[in-house]
């Protein structure tokens, strides 16, 4: 399966799309390799690409006062990525995106962006319940952070996602989880 | 400004409607008015409907196994409000929509929502940039969640949204930041 494929595959998931309508939007995205901790976005610099993650993943995160990495989000294969209003208002990001191992992703201009959302009906319905879907989750994490113990998030997170909590290191999880990696580590040895 | 009006000056902020949409848009919505403390939705039911606030407000909350009512989520006016995994996926609801106040909405159907996605894609644009708005606001609760103090983050809540503030119960702002009313009330105490 080649790059564009995969990407094509998902969105006929959830919208129909012609042929003509693949042409163009293959055309637009180019395939970009990302080593281990390279970023895609800085802090300070304003955010002009959609990331379409392949295979791999990146996290979003933001450096607090302290010098403290707090992850908000991960972006796993068939996952979008970019700072949302940054690209919405160009103003400088606060984030940081960064892969977390060596990631593809296909790359989408702000700009080709707009002409697709403009040219292809079908797209902007499947971005749509993108961003739906990227809303009910984090939704869902609120109350997870609101209503369960730190234990029974820890648990619904592991049950959840288990290829994933092999995959990122164990501070990265904490961060995410809002744990301290202590607390984690804690966690981890009471389960085992 | 008749009720339409103010959804079709709204959707104006954001993407060009023609005439012949204004139209279509108009014939699909249907104005309510909701009496304080009466339900738009209830746990156990399917969600079929978008709603669009006009005036008042709305809230979304799910009551958890102690009995608690979890504030999840406010709708004030220009905001729109679903269960939008409900009405995706068509499975019972986990949640609870009620007017907090006397409150007027433009309701859509599942159905019709459908049919205006498909006709007119300005209003898909919109409705895609209306995600994104509410999953970007999500995500900057869960960054002052896990970032800042509770204390700053009443403090952050009541300088940015101050007529909010003085709208909503404050038992309901407490739930809804995740403090207990009485830890809401020695802040309110000490602020004054």
Not at 159 to 174: C, H, K, N
Request: hydrophobic content about 40%; some cysteine; glycine content about 4%.
């Amino acid at each position: 399966m080649n790059h564009h494929d995969q990407l094509l595959k998902h969105i006929s998931k959830f919208s129909a799309l012609t042929n003509e309508d693949e042409l163009l939007l293959t055309s637009k995205f180019r395939y970009k390799l990302v080593e281990k901790k390279d970023f895609l976005l800085q802090e300070g610099q304003v955010c002009n690409h959609y990331y379409f993650v392949l295979t791999g993943c990146l996290r979003f995160y933001k450096i607090i006062n302290t010098g403290f990495e707090q992850i908000l989000q991960f972006g796993i294969p068939n996952w979008w990525m970019s700072d949302y209003l940054s690209i919405n208002n160009q103003r400088p990001s606060g984030y940081y995106i960064q892969a977390v191992e060596k990631t593809e992703v296909l790359v989408l201009t702000r700009y080709d962006a707009d002409e697709l959302f403009n040219e292809i009906l079908a797209f902007n319905s499947y971005f749509r319940l993108m961003m739906q879907k990227a809303y009910t989750a984090s939704l869902k994490k609120i109350e997870l952070m609101l209503c369960e113990s730190a234990e029974d998030r820890y648990l619904q997170f592991t049950t959840g996602f288990p290829e994933f909590v092999q995959l990122i290191p164990q501070y990265m999880l904490a961060s995410f989880l809002g744990f301290t990696p202590q607390f984690l580590s804690g966690l981890r040895s009471k389960k085992l």
